[in-house]
């Protein structure tokens, strides 16, 4: 899978494409999750419920997000690749983490949860054929490709990942 063109999704992911240096996504999927698995499991469980400021995430919050979001792009993925033209609404999340309660959440537990998604992610998007990579469709009033989810997948984690180095840990 090619990375996408910057014309085949909104301004506002490019950061998170620009984090992905690879023409060849789909083994990078399982390097990135290996990278994201082992970078959370290093974290001493203690600092999981720190937040380097309030109203901020927590690091646990922020790996719940990492699957949360992980679920929204691979579905949205799903349908584009299909040729589906519904548009699909965005949604909020931060009400997807300060909404809920994640205090019976362990630190092996949500790093299981992402592990689960990202699977699930890299099976459905090797299962998609080469011809449906650059499929269109409209996501959150924006037009966006198949493959331009994939790549926001890895680069969104990456992210995170930077985030919390440089304002937790």
């Known amino acids: 899978m090619q990375k996408p063109l910057s014309s085949e999704f909104p301004e506002y992911y490019q950061a998170y494409v ?3 240096d690879t023409d ?3 083994p990078t999927l399982q390097t990135n999750l290996d990278q994201v ?3 959370f499991q290093n974290i001493p469980e203690h600092k999981y419920d720190h937040k380097y400021e309030e109203g901020k995430w927590s690091i646990k919050e922020v790996l719940i997000h990492l699957s949360d979001v992980e679920r929204v792009m691979s579905y949205r993925a799903f349908r584009i690749s299909r040729n589906d033209k519904t548009k699909i609404e965005g949604y909020d999340h931060n009400a997807y983490i300060f909404d809920h ?3 019976h959440r362990t630190k092996e537990d949500a790093i299981q949860d992402f592990i689960n998604v990202r699977k699930a992610s890299e099976s459905l998007l090797k299962s998609i054929p080469t011809s449906s990579y650059t499929l269109e469709g409209n996501a959150n009033g924006s037009p966006i490709t198949t493959r331009s989810l994939a790549y926001i997948l890895v680069g969104h984690s990456l ?3 930077d985030i919390l180095k440089e304002r937790y840990l």
């Open 18 to 20: 620009n984090k992905v």
């Open 24 to 26: 060849d996504l789909i």
């Open 37 to 39: 698995v082992d970078f």
């Open 101 to 103: 309660d994640f205090s």
């Open 159 to 161: 992210h995170h990942m």
